[in-house]
C-alpha cells in the first residue's frame, strides 16, 4: 500500500525525542562526527579505546555526550 508520507530518515526519527535529549548516534553517524572510518569505531572497540558504545540489542549505539568527553579528553593527552 502506498502512502504519500515520504520516508523517514535517521535525523527525522532523532528529532522525535524529548527536547533537550538527544538520540543516540548510530556506529556510522559517529564515525562521520569524528571523521573516522566505521571500521576505526569497530578497532577502537575491540581494543578498549576510542568512546563507550552501548550495545542496544544487536547495534551499537553512543551517548553523544560521552563521545564529546572522550573527544575532549583526546585534546588534552
Not at 48 to 72: F, S
Amino acid at each position: 500500500m502506498k502512502t504519500n508520507e515520504p520516508l523517514r530518515t535517521e535525523t527525522d526519527l532523532a528529532e522525535q525525542h524529548e527536547p533537550g535529549r538527544r538520540a543516540l548516534g548510530t556506529t556510522s553517524q559517529v564515525a562521520e562526527y569524528l571523521g573516522v572510518p566505521v571500521a576505526t569505531l569497530h578497532v577502537w572497540r575491540s581494543r578498549n579505546k576510542g568512546p563507550a558504545a552501548i550495545r542496544v540489542g544487536k547495534h551499537l549505539r553512543w551517548r553523544w555526550e560521552a563521545v564529546d568527553d572522550w573527544l575532549e579528553e583526546q585534546g588534552k593527552s
